[in-house]
């Protein structure tokens, strides 16, 4: 259910599928159909991950994660490349969402904010990692429905060393 | 009792597994040599600090009002209570949560509650040297800040320590026409399941690119297909290159284990010509030139910092456990260069130092797999690998084992000083 902040009048239809697309954008994650979560992407779209709670951009200063679409596809290429060594044991992923909230719709391009807490648990190999935090996606609303033209991860301890991170949070 | 574990080309695996050799090298290696505890742009102004762990001992990495660093054990000299608690932070005077005992930036204790309550002649009092936080020896080489804890009877200066690895840390310096670097925000931060060593060993190993790296070469390329590839696709894909190229990196072995491998291709620095000028003009125009096209890819400060000149990268490593490091990444700006280099630098760290790289993975599962059959069965461990093409003429490539080699005549060296 998306709940609306600010009170903004919007569709029911459009609400609804926004709904929809995010339910489907953490789904497809959560089984490995990396190519159908990809679809769901802009051609201009970004995946960042920050590395700092107060970093306000990428370009100068490092992040977790900070890749756009030939980067997330090289990722992609590669969780599912045979001779990925530390993917050996497997990897497996769930993501367990709460509500989502209409932030913001921005004027100039008509884009939806909408943000929700995550949790996501990782199995790889011998152990289990608990990530948590806030999912901020950007949404260009298109004549033939929503595409994410941002995703965006805050980790509560993204300034924390972490292991190697391999998937998409 | 160490000596018998090290050959000239093999090594007892051991020295990998055993929490007793653990124990001592974090005493007689990394108490006893130079540390690297941070770059002076991390604390650009008095009263910053920084906490830093150094050979288990946590230490703040402070600028006093003097302008000078200081390393000061972060350990109230009270009751022994961790002092500051916050990863780093600005402060005039450091305060103990617990009784309120109040320090100077140089660690001098300045205050105390109820002073007329202490008795006897080594009773604490305020300006006493010996109610002090314990400070140990800093030394800076162009801003680059290291400590020891132990000082032994014939102490090295640290640009002896350094030898001619400087090098790389003054090609980093001099990418700045006034030789300042600064740090933006948090290093990127990496914890890897292995002894350090087997970090420290992969440095200059041009080896394993292609086996270990088959997965992201494989995604670079296919990347380099189907776009106009960016220069990431580029970094990831270098990987991929026959060994032959590996075979024309020069390594160089230093003094005291360090090393530094040069020979891959350089990025383009010059091609702003005011920048090339401010650099002539501090630096002269051959040292200029040396900072905008020596390719100087890596050195390894042995045993705890790492160095990527060309893309102003460096890197502490911190031994955890006898299994498990931590390995801090910095990129640092130097202060008149383009911006446009620094971007670059940050892109080239985000690929290569980030726990999420796509190269990182698969490094760090060859570490773990090497921690992890060396705790079935520690047997021997081979370091025989010479590039047959080199013979005797005293220099090395990636593709020779000397560097190894070299770190465990230097770790031979630390573990049976003085016995």
């Known amino acids: 259910m998306i709940v609306l902040v600010e009170g903004r009048r919007v569709a029911r239809s459009q609400l609804q599928e926004a709904e929809r697309l995010l339910y489907r954008e953490c789904e497809l994650l959560n089984r490995e159909l990396y190519e159908d979560w990809l679809a769901l992407f802009t051609d201009d779209c970004r995946y960042w991950a920050p590395l700092s709670p107060e970093q306000e951009e990428a370009q100068l200063h490092s992040s977790l994660f900070h890749e756009d679409r030939t980067l997330m596809r090289m990722r992609i290429t590669r969780l599912k490349h045979e001779s990925a060594h530390s993917l050996a044991g497997g990897i497996r992923t769930s993501r367990t969402v709460g509500p989502a909230a209409l932030r913001e719709i921005d004027h100039a391009s008509g884009d939806w904010v909408v943000e929700r807490r995550f949790q996501m648990s990782e199995r790889q190999g011998d152990r289990v990692r608990m990530f948590a935090g806030l999912f901020t996606y950007r949404l260009q609303s298109a004549e033939r429905g929503f595409l994410i033209r941002e995703k965006r991860v805050d980790l509560i301890d993204c300034d924390a060393p972490h292991e190697p991170l391999e998937v998409f949070f | ?419």
């Not at chain 2, 690895?165 to 006034?178: I, N, Q, T």
């Open chain 2, 1 to 419: 009792m160490f000596e018998g574990l090290v050959r000239d080309s093999s090594v007892d695996g051991r020295v990998y597994t055993s929490r007793e050799v653990f124990a001592a090298e974090i005493e007689r290696i990394f108490a006893r040599s130079w540390s690297y505890l941070g770059h002076l742009g991390e604390i650009p102004r008095p009263g910053d600090y920084r906490r830093v762990s150094v050979a288990g001992r946590e230490l703040i990495f402070i600028r006093h009002r003097d302008g000078r660093p200081r390393a000061l054990l972060n350990r109230c000299a009270h009751r022994g209570a961790q002092l500051i608690g916050k990863a780093c932070g600005r402060a005039r005077r450091l305060r103990c949560a617990y009784h309120g005992w109040t320090y100077g930036t140089d660690g001098a204790l300045r205050q105390l509650p109820l002073p007329d309550g202490y008795v006897g002649e080594d009773a604490p009092r305020a300006g006493h040297p010996d109610w002090a936080l314990d400070a140990y020896p800093v030394e800076t080489y162009r801003d680059f800040a290291f400590v020891r804890l132990q000082t032994p009877s014939n102490p090295l200066p640290l640009e002896e320590f350094l030898g001619p690895a400087r090098e790389a840390l003054d090609l980093m310096a001099d990418r700045s026409p006034s030789g300042n670097l600064s740090v933006a925000g948090e290093p990127l931060a990496i914890v890897l399941r292995c002894n350090w060593k087997v970090y420290l060993e992969n440095l200059h190993d041009g080896v394993h690119p292609p086996a270990v790296h088959e997965s992201s070469i494989a995604a670079a390329r296919a990347a380099a297909r189907v776009d106009e590839p960016p220069q990431e696709v580029q970094w990831v894909a270098a990987n991929g290159q026959p060994l032959a190229v590996f075979g024309d990196l020069k390594v160089r072995c230093h003094p005291y284990g360090h090393s530094d491998m040069s020979g891959f291709r350089k990025e383009a620095d010059g091609e702003d010509p005011a920048y090339r000028q401010a650099l002539a003009e501090a630096w002269g125009a051959e040292r200029a030139g040396q900072a905008l096209t020596r390719n100087l890819h890596n050195a390894c400060f042995y045993p705890g910092a790492s160095a990527h000149p060309q893309y102003m990268q460096m890197r502490r490593l911190t031994p955890l456990a006898v299994d498990r490091m931590l390995v801090e990444s910095w990129t640092l700006r130097a202060e008149g260069a383009p911006e446009s280099h620094f971007r670059r630098n940050i892109r080239y760290a985000n690929t290569i130092h980030s726990p999420s790289s796509l190269v990182k993975p698969d490094d760090a599962e060859a570490y773990r797999r090497v921690q992890r059959g060396l705790e079935s069965f520690p047997g021997a461990v081979s370091q025989h690998r010479r590039d047959s093409a080199l013979r005797d003429s005293g220099t090395s490539t990636a593709l020779d084992e000397e560097y190894v080699r070299a770190q465990y005549r230097a770790w031979r060296e630390y573990m049976t000083a003085g016995r």
